[in-house]
């Protein structure tokens, strides 16, 4: 069975009240705020935490975060910076994940991408522009992207939940990558 690990989690959230981004700016030192060349305050409130896209409309967007629980915190922090500048928000907001990036090995470690590529439709792979296959899967509804290398190693984008990216890795194995392991 494939390991992975998550290394990017795409959520968004709507706080359901203006957010006076230029007031916000000065608030904070780490947000960056350039209307001209982006719509919405970039924040991130340490170094090495998820990066937040917040808009005036009360909608925010977290990257970078590892797990929906991560994400959820860093919205809480800025509703309590934005109720310390006197700006209700509402509690009652729902996150939504986008996107999950996860990378990890399959069980098999060495795959045979040409005969993949030469064999599926869905597949994309030119090792002289890039060492992995590119693969839309399910190839119906295409909702999930593998990267493949020959060595077994993989990244996975697309999935909304944990149990998403589990099921599609867990399929994919067994249909696809199983089929192409070299002995």
């Known amino acids: 069975m494939a390991q992975w690990k998550v290394k990017n989690l795409v959520v968004s959230a709507d706080l359901k009240t203006n ?9 904070l030192p ?6 001209e060349q982006f719509p919405g305050l970039i924040l991130r409130f340490e170094k090495e935490t998820p990066t937040m896209l917040v808009f005036n409309s009360g909608k925010i967007i977290v990257t970078g975060s590892k797990s929906v629980k991560e994400a959820k915190e860093m ?14 928000t509402s509690s009652n907001y729902e996150i939504d994940v986008q996107n999950y990036v996860v990378s990890g090995q399959f069980e098999y470690k060495n795959i045979d991408l040409m005969r993949m590529v030469t064999e ?5 792979y030119d090792p002289e522009q890039f060492p992995g296959a590119i693969v839309r899967y399910p190839p119906d509804r295409g909702n999930t992207t593998f990267l493949v290398f020959g060595t077994g190693k993989f990244v996975c984008t697309g999935a909304k939940s944990d149990g998403e990216v589990e099921e599609v890795i867990r399929l994919f194995e067994k249909e696809i990558i199983s089929k192409y392991a070299k002995a």
């Open 120 to 124: 599926l439709d869905f597949v994309q």
């Open 30 to 35: 780490n947000a960056d705020y350039n209307p």
């Open 75 to 88: 919205i809480e922090k800025l509703r309590s910076v934005l109720k310390q500048m006197g700006i209700k």
């Open 19 to 27: 957010i006076p981004l230029e007031k916000l700016a000065v608030e």
